[in-house]
């Protein structure tokens, strides 16, 4: 049973960076999707990030794109979110996800489609 844990979160400026690590109980996560998620009390759950999630191998929403980043280790144990220039409206808790992947081509279309989650790391931006 695949466990994920988050780490690297923290309480930053505006301007900073955070970079937050999810890893695999022991199991290399290189045949699961793996998505990055965060989430505001009273407000859904967003998707951020994902790696092995679309046909260009990563994807990313809107309102991050050109200041996150999402890799993995060489042994594809550990996935990585790094944020750079960091703004208040990042502030959430974030959660790692991952679903194996059945098949070559399979991507998973929600949050609904990750079965396994991380317990999140708090990520606070303010000044």
């Known amino acids: 049973h695949l466990r994920l844990v988050e780490s690297g979160g923290g309480l930053v400026q505006p301007g900073g960076s955070l970079k937050l690590s999810c890893i695999g109980s022991?199991?290399?996560?290189?045949?699961?999707?793996v998505g990055w998620f965060r989430r505001v009390p009273g407000k859904e759950r967003e998707g951020v990030s994902c790696?092995?999630?679309?046909?260009?191998?990563?994807n990313y929403t809107d309102s991050v794109k050109g200041r996150f980043t999402v890799s993995e280790d060489d042994g594809k144990m550990t996935v990585y979110l790094q944020m750079n220039h960091l703004k208040p409206e990042d502030t959430a808790r974030y959660y790692c996800?991952?679903?194996?992947?059945?098949?070559?081509?399979?991507?998973?279309?929600?949050?609904?489609?990750?079965?396994?989650w991380g317990r999140g790391t708090q990520v606070t931006v303010s000044s």
């Open positions: 790696i092995r999630c679309s046909d260009q191998y990563t």
């Open positions: 022991g199991y290399s996560l290189e045949n699961y999707a």
């Open positions: 996800a991952a679903t194996r992947i059945p098949s070559s081509g399979w991507y998973p279309r929600s949050r609904e489609e990750y079965d396994y």
